[in-house]
């Protein structure tokens, strides 16, 4: 849980910082914002399926163990 939440931290960091480039002006502020926000999003992506395998796989597992 603590990995969801650090990502939607670091989501969050990157919007501020890419709505205060736009504020000011500066277009290297921006920029930074929205490359750590896409980076926090990809990574909020490999983490939800990560937990989409693992939950498949414990179905299987559990689908088996059952047959047996």
């Known amino acids: ?3 969801k939440l650090d990502t939607k931290v670091d989501q969050l960091k990157g919007s501020v910082k ?3 480039g736009k504020l000011t002006g500066d277009k290297e502020i921006e920029t930074e914002g929205m490359t ?12 939800d399926v990560k937990d989409s395998v693992e ?10 163990d059952k047959d047996e």
């Open 1 to 3: 849980m603590s990995d």
């Open 18 to 20: 890419e709505g205060f």
């Open 55 to 64: 939950e498949l796989v414990d179905g299987v597992k559990h689908s088996f």
């Open 36 to 47: 750590e926000k896409l980076a926090a999003k990809a990574k909020e992506v490999v983490q």
